[in-house]
């Protein structure tokens, strides 16, 4: 007899939010088709010029994904440096640069214009040396544990991969700004490399990255739910796709990358309520929450996967713009 | 429900406590006193309940007796030392020898569940050598269990209870992974590891039976740390709400605060029920099977309190070993204090371990060891003040606002077998007017060999941390075994390999009473995998036509 599953109202909401998943999955394909249709239609139209509107379009996309991944970031590290007791006054320091970072993201967000800002570029610029610095000061924190870097220090010290978030935040807006910084009538370039390949290939390496880290995680808590596979599972594959739009033919449409991509953003959404879930099945639930917010999965977390989908539809859209 | 209330049986009603919900039940099906089931378990611990499980999980019909009440954790387990001794087996008992036995905290549980309610959890495998000690290592006795089948069971057990372990343990032969990862080690379990490390010894995270996730009801650890007086979230994965309840979904009867006190043996010398105190009154359930899994005190008390004209000396007891060889662990400890806080009750008590001396064999004594770390509660760690370090009054209030800056470290240490160490009925009844058990314990030299290289070794490692004001606790000992030895042949063991009686073959004998040798490990994890391969082998037998 199995005695592995849960029962009763637990039970209820896993099957909800399993079938609210797939049924979003399956929707964020619905339609590809046609707008593929529509992309090489206005690629045919526009040979050999990229149309600048794309360009602050896929600009504003990429302060969305930073945005998002900054939030994600700011309540993530509020609720475990909180849960740490802020016992190093640095532990505030990812707080101030995701809030900034969140907030210029949301000013280039209602930004039209063709120009970069520097305040932006200075944020986003701090977030990066930020997120930096914090891996720097999580492989110390690691490294200094009896046990090193064995998995029991990975599993519960400092997580190696989650500073790294913020500095996606801050990669993803400093190539907002290359992108939105472009001549009229030329095609968005990044230190001379093409927008959507420079885009989608940090887009691929920072969803393997966070795919590393959820992967961790979960096995640390056993994947006892099958659907703690899923961030493992689709959003390597919207990875693999991103990168072969990165490095592959440009000017054509990339449906099925699109797909994944969406599908992975929604995987980021239910995320959260999969661990809503989980805290509710810790001891004492969500009457509880005040302990099990902090014990239990980290709900900020999974948006992560949505801030980096949207960065890789935002080169997709780019690349689909691009001469060949 | 507390201690100090009268407390009624739960399950007459066709249904029982369903532990995971406050106030629900779940439908257990009623036998009656005259139908003749195929199997009586008595006990309901770590050997009586995974075997109630698989053996109604496999078709026969069981009714499991325990002598305890069956509990609701969410509802009744107290965050308070004192109410919770209301697990343990408390009843009268006599103890003499060079070296009288403590009864009825640790080494004692009255619950359904037995003293995995309130056991810490400790979820080790033997090495593989213990099982043939005598020829391998020159002591003891050999096991007739082949240490590869165990191994198969040991994984069994540990997916069964979702052991929570390391990726990688480091000591024995390869080993599945642990089905839940390891706990977070506190900060008592970081001082073990950073001693060992300091000695040039291995360490792990304790394999341990509470979950480190969630696992199907049961909540992940919340490291209250009261796992030694009963886990009040179902987090640890005791009997009570692991097997019992696979027994009760699969058709089997649990019959709690029920007190087994003679077995019956017919005319051609066959068991055929057992007599039992429930609810004021005594009376009788008829079986064609029964399997006693009361540990190593209870067990050799029924056989020998059930001894008939054909059988004088008590059942299964032709050998004379009945009651014999009863072992306990060496449970001594060194304790200390930190300049920093530790809070050593944080979580489980024992969250790290090493098991180095019982892989190393450069020693002069026979045996072997492991150490973990420590977190008494407070009521606890005031006995041990008063009892080893002789505190009173001022001075003992002073050291106990230390609390949060001790540390210890506490050995599992294998003490040999010994004919003269022994349970015996005394002249004396108890509240059911059966004899009370009479227990002889002395230690022998080679215990005490190896108790001092324990404390020895112990001792140094907290001096490498920086421990102040160490002091050593000499005298403890828990788990216990032996009692009903399984062996090759009927003169020198009380049960087969398959835990049956050389004299009656409907007797079976299920817990750690068979242990011919008791290792260096808790033992909760081998006595489930010997009653999960009994279930098996009771069924092969009756396939066969020979049960």
């Known amino acids: ?324 | 429900m507390y201690a100090d209330e009268p407390m009624r049986p739960r399950t007459m009603q066709g249904r029982a406590p369903d532990v995971f919900t406050r106030g629900g039940w779940i439908p257990m099906q009623l036998r009656s006193d005259g139908e003749e089931v195929d199997f009586v378990v008595i006990g309901t611990g770590a050997g009586g309940g995974p075997l109630t499980a698989r053996l109604a999980e496999k078709g026969f019909s069981v009714v499991a007796f325990d002598a305890g009440p069956y509990f609701r954790p969410l509802e009744e387990f107290a965050s308070d030392e004192a109410s919770q001794s209301k697990l343990f087996w408390t009843d009268e008992r006599i103890v003499d020898g060079a070296n009288p036995l403590k009864m009825g905290a640790n080494n004692s549980g009255k619950a359904v569940g037995g003293s995995t309610v309130h056991f810490a959890m400790v979820s080790l495998r033997f090495r593989p050598e213990w099982f043939r000690s005598r020829t391998l290592l020159g002591y003891g006795a050999d096991w007739p269990l082949d240490w590869r089948e165990m191994w198969t069971y040991y994984a069994q057990a540990e997916q069964d209870l979702s052991i929570s372990g390391p990726l990688s343990y480091p000591w024995g032969p390869k080993r599945p992974r642990y089905p839940y990862r390891a706990h977070e080690v506190n900060a008592a379990g970081l001082l073990l590891a950073k001693g060992a490390e300091a000695m040039g010894y291995r360490w792990s995270p304790t394999p341990l039976a509470t979950v480190s996730a969630p696992r199907g009801n049961s909540p992940p650890c919340v490291y209250r740390g009261f796992c030694r007086v009963g886990c009040s979230t179902n987090a640890k994965q005791s009997q009570l709400v692991t097997y019992i309840p696979r027994a009760v979904r699969a058709g089997a009867e649990i019959r709690d605060l029920a007190m087994v006190g003679r077995i019956e043996v017919d005319a051609t010398g066959r068991a055929t029920g057992v007599h039992y105190h429930r609810d004021g009154v005594w009376r009788f359930q008829r079986a064609r099977n029964v399997v006693v899994a009361g540990y190593a005190i209870e067990t050799p008390r029924l056989l020998l309190n059930s001894a008939t004209d054909r059988f004088p000396d008590g059942l299964a007891n032709s050998s004379g070993l009945v009651g014999r060889y009863l072992m306990t662990q060496s449970n001594q400890a060194v304790w200390g204090e930190m300049e920093e806080e530790v809070r050593w009750n944080k979580g489980p008590p024992s969250l790290a371990l090493t098991e180095h001396w019982n892989y190393d064999d450069r020693k002069d004594f026979f045996g072997g060891y492991c150490w973990m770390g420590q977190g008494p509660l407070p009521i606890e760690w005031s006995s041990v003040l008063t009892g080893a370090r002789g505190l009173w009054g001022e001075a003992l209030r002073r050291q106990m606002e230390n609390y949060n800056h001790q540390i210890g470290l506490k050995m599992v240490g294998e003490m040999l077998p010994h004919l003269d160490n022994r349970v015996t009925l005394s002249e004396e009844h108890d509240q059911y007017g059966l004899p009370i058990p009479r227990i002889t314990y002395s230690w022998t030299d080679n215990d005490k060999a190896l108790i001092d290289h324990g404390l020895a070794q112990m001792r140094t490692s907290l001096e490498l941390v920086g421990a102040r004001n160490i002091f050593l606790q000499k005298d403890d000992t828990n788990h216990l075994a032996g009692t009903a030895r399984m062996g090759f042949s009927r003169e020198t063991s009380v049960v087969d390999a398959d835990c049956r009686s050389w004299d009656i073959p409907n007797l079976f004998v299920c817990d750690g009473s068979v242990f011919p040798t008791t290792g260096g490990v808790n033992p909760h994890l081998t006595i489930t995998a010997i009653a999960l391969r009994t279930a098996d082998r009771i069924e092969a037998l009756a396939k066969r036509g020979e049960l």
Not at chain 1, 21 to 33: F, K, Q
Not at chain 1, 141 to 168: D, E, R
Not at chain 1, 199 to 220: D, F, M, Q, S, Y
């Open chain 1, 1 to 324: 007899m199995d005695t592995r599953s849960p029962t009763g109202p637990v039970a209820v909401a896993l099957a909800a939010a399993g079938g609210m998943t797939v049924l979003g999955m399956a929707l964020s394909g619905a339609g590809l088709r046609r707008s593929g249709r529509r992309v090489a239609a206005r690629a045919n139209a526009v040979v050999g010029a990229a149309d600048r509107r794309t360009a602050v379009t896929a600009a504003r996309r990429l302060n969305r994904a930073s945005g998002t991944l900054a939030a994600s970031v700011l309540f993530d590290s509020a609720v475990e440096h909180y849960r740490g007791g802020f016992h190093n006054k640095a532990m505030y320091t990812p707080l101030v640069a995701a809030t900034l970072s969140l907030l210029v993201s949301a000013h280039g967000h209602r930004d039209r214009g063709h120009d970069a800002e520097l305040a932006r570029d200075l944020v986003y610029a701090g977030a990066g040396l930020a997120g930096l610095l914090g891996t720097g000061f999580h492989v110390f924190n690691v490294g200094k544990k009896p046990g090193g870097f064995g998995w029991q220090n990975l599993f519960y010290s400092a997580p190696l991969g989650a500073p790294a978030a913020l500095c996606l935040s801050g990669l993803l807006g400093w190539l907002s700004e290359r992108v939105r910084d472009n001549a009229p009538d030329t095609a968005p370039l990044v230190l001379g490399i093409p927008a959507g390949r420079v885009v989608g290939a940090a887009t691929a390496a920072g969803i393997i990255g966070t795919v590393a880290e959820a992967g961790l995680l979960h096995l640390r808590g056993q994947f006892h739910d099958p659907f703690m596979l899923l961030p493992v599972t689709v959003p390597p594959v919207a990875a693999g796709f991103c990168a072969a739009a990165a490095f592959g033919g440009a000017g054509r449409p990339r449906p099925l990358a699109r797909w994944m991509l969406r599908a992975s953003a929604v995987i980021g959404l239910s995320g959260s309520a999969f661990h809503a879930i989980g805290v509710a099945r810790s001891m004492g639930g969500w009457r509880n929450w005040r302990q099990n917010l902090l014990d239990g999965p980290p709900l900020p977390a999974p948006p992560a996967f949505t801030g980096l989908a949207l960065a890789g539809l935002a080169a997709l859209s780019l690349l689909e713009d691009q001469p060949e």
